[in-house]
């Protein structure tokens, strides 16, 4: 079993690299869950609603930390650990980096309360491996606007602030994988979705986490 999680900018081709990942554990026959944050569970995802809506009132950063934190709470107590627990692979899109990005980064909170209130929520549980597509504040805008325009759908509150809050938030990424490299991979989100592929295929052997299973077990997700 592994756990990870998946982080980066918007736009960074998170949810593409994870189905990919998938269809490889597939092939190994190796059982595992697919989810996200905020969400996962069915009171994480009636936070998100609240995190995510437009047009009401936005939450106070303060706020909005502790919301993420709430639904992070009961994302790993009722299905990340009981997953972990039935030797599952579990596959997560944003995990507790994310609140030291956005909320510690672009949001300037501390970064002691970030992480204490981390550890709180998560009871010390760490992701075993932490990817992060990176690529340029630019390039996210970009990607973002033209999914908004194939959608036809807003940017939320937190998308829609200016380069400055996530020129913040990337440089968090990337000092929080160099303060930890055994626990994170950082690729290029420039390169193709066959390119990333295949580089997170060829760490995940060297870690030797990849191997054949002699049975089977039903794969699924949120």
């Known amino acids: 079993m592994a756990f990870i999680v998946f982080e980066g900018l918007d736009g960074s081709g998170k949810t593409s690299l994870m189905r990919e990942l998938t ?63 039935q030797k599952k692979w579990v596959l ?20 002691e309360e970030v992480i204490w209130l981390n550890r709180f929520a998560t009871q010390g ?16 805008m970009k990607r973002q606007k033209n999914r908004q325009i194939q959608t036809s759908q807003p940017a939320n509150h937190i998308k829609s602030k200016n380069i400055a809050f996530h020129e913040k938030v990337r440089q968090s990424f990337l000092d929080q994988a160099r303060q930890e490299p055994n626990r994170w991979l950082v ?3 420039e390169k193709s979705p066959q390119e990333l592929s295949l580089e997170l295929h060829h760490e995940l052997r060297l870690r030797r986490w990849l191997f054949k299973r002699f049975y089977s077990r039903p794969s699924g997700g949120l």
């Open 23 to 85: 269809k490889q554990l597939d092939g190994l026959n190796i059982a595992w869950v697919e989810t996200r944050e905020p969400g996962g569970t069915r009171l994480g995802d009636e936070i998100r609603e609240l995190l995510l809506r437009q047009g009401s009132e936005i939450p106070h950063p303060r706020t909005e930390l502790l919301l993420y934190e709430a639904s992070r709470a009961q994302h790993v107590e009722t299905f990340i650990r009981p997953n972990l627990g």
């Open 92 to 111: 997560c899109d944003r995990y507790s980096a994310s609140s030291l990005a956005f909320q510690g980064g672009g949001r300037a909170i501390s970064t």
């Open 125 to 140: 549980l760490q992701a075993d491996l932490t990817i992060l597509l990176d690529l340029s504040v630019e390039i996210s």
């Open 187 to 189: 690729l290029s989100a």
